[in-house]
């Protein structure tokens, strides 16, 4: 029987590529006193607070990511209050995505 392993802090969880950029995402914590709390989780770059762009000046941003001014929820019912449920997080398969809000565009 296969038995799960638990990750260690700083093994590597995932690489997400948006066009040019790379995001390696490693196992930690985000609060310090989470570690004698949980098993480490993966940690996602705090991409409010460091903005990354597209070429194009679409912001990249994470589904965990808290939402702006322009958040819509893709079911209005279940509203999740996170980018990854809003209709502009364009590639609901990926933890990290572009946002393809025209009102967040760089000009
Ligand atoms: S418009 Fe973009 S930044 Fe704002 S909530 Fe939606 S996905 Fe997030």
Redesign the pocket.
Known sequence: MHKATIPREGDLYKVINIENKTFNIHYGYYEENERDKVEPLPVFPDLKKNPAYTADGN?I?TAI?E??E???PLNKERSEEW?GD?I??LDADKEISI?G?TE?MLE
């Open positions: 912001p941003v990511q939402p702006c322009y958040y819509i980018c809003c502009s997080y946002c809000c967040r």
